[in-house]
């Protein structure tokens, strides 16, 4: 069983107050942190401020051996897809 919790302060772009925030879970006993990524319709990339607070926070949970799990979900109702996604 994984002890975690969902946290979006410790995804940030700057990899020293990823670091904090995540050793600050570790100390709690934490080994799991969930995120969000949202998702805009029209989007075929991962925009870079959003890619960069991720590696950042991907990157502690490397070193602090604590895993990070990241929900992506769309802004708000109406941007919710109706339809399968194809690959």
Sequence with gaps: ??????????????????????????????????????????????PPDQLQALQSIAAAGVFLDIRIVATVMPVGSRATPLAALLL
């Design 1 to 46: 069983m994984f002890m975690g919790a969902a946290e979006d302060e410790g995804r940030n772009a700057d990899p020293q107050v990823a670091m904090s925030k995540l050793q600050l879970a570790k100390a709690a006993g934490f080994d799991t942190i969930r995120v969000t990524a949202n998702w805009s319709q029209g989007l075929t990339t991962v």
